[in-house]
């Protein structure tokens, strides 16, 4: 792995673990208050956007990355993020920050939430990293898509390699809804089923294999951005169920755009779950 991605990979495990330690302080003793999308929000989402924001505005470029001619100042990339830069800026490089995904269970001291972090590259992603500090879980994940980048793919967890289940559906097996999509639940459905409540969570948990499927029925920009690439350098499929949430487009603002989708753990898997969105209103 080069120096520019070796940067880039530290800069997100180490801003993630400082920021998490000091959410694991708040975590179940803060109070909510609800935005216009009827999301909620905490004193400890906006610090920890801050934060990771800051933090950004500090990171440098090492000598082999100039040398590369891969980037050449971090300063120039863009920042998308829920709690604040809610408009794409159209920038060729920009990160997607969602510094909480899951306020509900931590205000409630539910231990799944998560720290999310995506790097576009022309408004798609191509590296994912997501922290989970209660569960002391990080997954990240390179993708090159159709870049034209060398990117060194693959998807992990705390550094060791993870891939989606090659399982048939049975009821020993797993499949993830929100709490918008509960209408998938119908006889015959050939899972048991799982509301995990974070988004970014819930698809990961196919990339690790711990599930066949899952579903979001109101996901954003931020809360699909790093878990967008970990999925698929697993071997899953993304499959969005409305629009494409990327590549992004620049000047738009995300704040109240919803990106419907349903993640499987193989192609062949597709026909099995999509009979049954039919009832999800998205």
Request: hydrophobic share 40%.
């Amino acid at each position: 792995m080069n120096d520019f991605w070796t940067t880039i990979l530290d800069f997100a495990q180490t801003t993630t673990t400082r920021v998490g330690k000091q959410l694991m302080q708040d975590f179940g003793q803060v109070q909510a208050s609800q935005k216009a999308d009827g999301s909620l929000v905490t004193q400890a989402d906006k610090w920890a956007d801050q934060e990771i924001r800051d933090a950004l505005a500090k990171l440098t470029v090492g000598e082999a990355s100039r040398r590369e001619g891969i980037a050449s100042n971090f300063s120039g990339y863009g920042i998308l993020t829920e709690e604040s830069d809610q408009s794409f800026p159209g920038t060729e490089w920009c990160w997607v920050i969602d510094p909480l995904d899951g306020t509900t269970n931590f205000t409630r001291g539910i231990p799944i939430w998560t720290i999310s972090l995506g790097l576009l590259y022309r408004g798609t992603p191509i590296f994912g990293y997501v922290y989970a500090p209660p569960l002391n879980q990080a997954f990240h994940g390179f993708w090159a898509g159709s870049s034209g980048l060398i990117v060194p793919t693959g998807a992990f967890l705390n550094h060791h390699p993870i891939h989606t289940s090659v399982d048939s559906p049975s009821n020993n097996h797993f499949f993830n809804v929100c709490s918008r999509s509960t209408a998938i639940i119908q006889n015959g459905f050939p899972c048991k089923i799982r509301m995990l409540g974070v988004a970014s969570y819930n698809f990961l948990m196919v990339a690790t294999g711990a599930t066949l499927g899952g579903i979001e029925a109101t996901p954003k920009v931020w809360d699909l951005a790093g878990a967008w690439v970990i999925v698929q350098a697993a071997g899953g499929v993304w499959r969005s169920l409305k629009s494409e949430p990327f590549p992004l487009s620049s000047g738009e603002d995300y704040s109240d755009r919803s990106f419907p989708t349903l993640v499987v753990s193989r192609p062949e898997l597709v026909p099995v779950f999509q009979p049954f969105l039919e009832g999800v209103k998205i």
